[in-house]
């Protein structure tokens, strides 16, 4: 693993940009796609959001942290992590239009779009002790000259 | 994110600039629903143009004023799509309810035809 970067921010959705533009200066070393940045940086905003949202329910506070490394030459990992109220059941979390929201026109999409935009997801979390979403995206455009 | 409105007849133009996400999603909803109520239009378009990057928010938004909509025999179309956001669109099969344009043009036509016969 190389080249280990650690953000923490405020678990507000405030900083949802910031986590994206964090993310993209960081593979943007890495010489990604347009394509493949867009997909990144999208990756990351759902994750963000997931940890603000339902990371910290209601009038909860707390921190959301980023770390990102390259684990191989065009390979990165990027792990999302809150300490909030955990996630009970992870498959049904991660299906497709599943929603604990009902009134807020959220889609439930956010698991399925970094699924698809990213080549492995892992989700681990426990009830009362937050959730770490683990991304990683290999960057198929790398040449090594 | 700014939005700047159009009125064509019945329609209202919504034209989106710059990012949305979760964060600003909740005041895309509420401009669009106060600017569809303040000019009393029926159909309502969408133009992503401008728009530089979307997550799953945006899904959130056109269904929801999809379904407001169409409870009052309006009817939303989208133009202007960036592949990505296309992509994005399609993973929730929003373009089984939405009709997509290339243009903006062609999608205030379809409404305004539609309206007419």
Request: aromatic share 8%; hydrophobic share 40%.
């Given at each position: 693993?190389?080249?280990?970067?650690?953000?923490?921010?405020?678990?507000?959705?405030?900083?949802?940009?910031?986590?994206?533009?964090?993310?993209?200066?960081?593979?943007s070393?890495?010489?990604?796609?347009?394509e493949?940045?867009?997909?990144?940086?999208?990756?990351?905003?759902?994750?963000?959001?997931n940890?603000?949202?339902?990371?910290?329910?209601?009038?909860?506070?707390?921190?959301?942290?980023?770390?990102?490394?390259?684990i191989?030459?065009?390979?990165?990992?990027?792990?999302?992590?809150?300490?909030?109220?955990?996630?009970?059941d992870?498959?049904?979390?991660?299906?497709?239009?599943?929603?604990?929201d009902?009134?807020?026109?959220?889609?439930?999409?956010?698991?399925?779009?970094m699924?698809?935009?990213?080549?492995?997801?892992?989700?681990?979390?426990r009830?009362?002790?937050?959730?770490?979403?683990?991304?990683?995206?290999?960057?198929?455009?790398?040449?090594?000259? | 994110?700014?939005?700047?409105?159009?009125?064509?007849?019945?329609?209202?133009?919504?034209?989106?600039?710059?990012?949305?996400?979760?964060?600003?999603?909740?005041?895309?909803?509420?401009?669009?629903d106060?600017?569809?109520?303040?000019?009393?239009?029926?159909?309502?378009?969408?133009?992503f143009?401008?728009?530089?990057?979307?997550?799953?928010?945006?899904?959130?938004?056109?269904l929801?004023?999809?379904?407001?909509?169409?409870?009052?025999?309006?009817?939303?179309?989208?133009?202007?799509?960036?592949?990505?956001?296309?992509?994005?669109?399609?993973?929730?099969?929003?373009?089984?309810?939405?009709?997509y344009?290339?243009?903006?043009?062609?999608a205030?036509?379809?409404?305004?035809?539609k309206?007419v016969?």
């Open positions: 693993m190389e080249k280990i970067l650690k953000v923490q921010m405020e678990a507000v959705l405030e900083n949802q940009g910031l986590a994206r533009a964090v993310a993209a200066a960081y593979a070393e890495l010489d990604p796609t347009v493949e940045l867009t997909e990144i940086k999208t990756a990351v905003s759902e994750a963000f959001s940890a603000a949202i339902h990371g910290y329910p209601g009038d909860m506070s707390g921190s959301v942290t980023m770390e990102i490394a390259t191989r030459p065009s390979t990165i990992m990027i792990k999302i992590s809150d300490q909030g109220v955990g996630i009970e992870i498959a049904q979390a991660m299906e497709p239009l599943f929603t604990t009902t009134g807020d026109e959220r889609s439930g999409m956010g698991f399925t779009v699924e698809s935009f990213t080549d492995k997801i892992k989700v681990d979390s009830p009362g002790e937050g959730t770490t979403v683990t991304l990683i995206k290999k960057l198929d455009t790398y040449y090594d000259f | 994110m700014d939005m700047i409105f159009n009125i064509k007849e019945n329609i209202l133009v919504a034209e989106l600039f710059g990012e949305l996400d979760h964060h600003a999603a909740g005041k895309v909803r509420e401009d669009t106060s600017a569809m109520e303040t000019y009393g239009c029926r159909d309502l378009v969408f133009d143009t401008r728009v530089t990057f979307m997550d799953s928010s945006g899904i959130g938004v056109i929801g004023r999809y379904r407001k909509l169409s409870a009052a025999g309006g009817r939303v179309a989208i133009t202007g799509c960036s592949l990505t956001v296309r992509n994005i669109l399609n993973m929730a099969g929003v373009f089984s309810l939405v009709d344009f290339d243009t903006r043009d062609e205030v036509n379809y409404l305004n035809r309206e016969s």
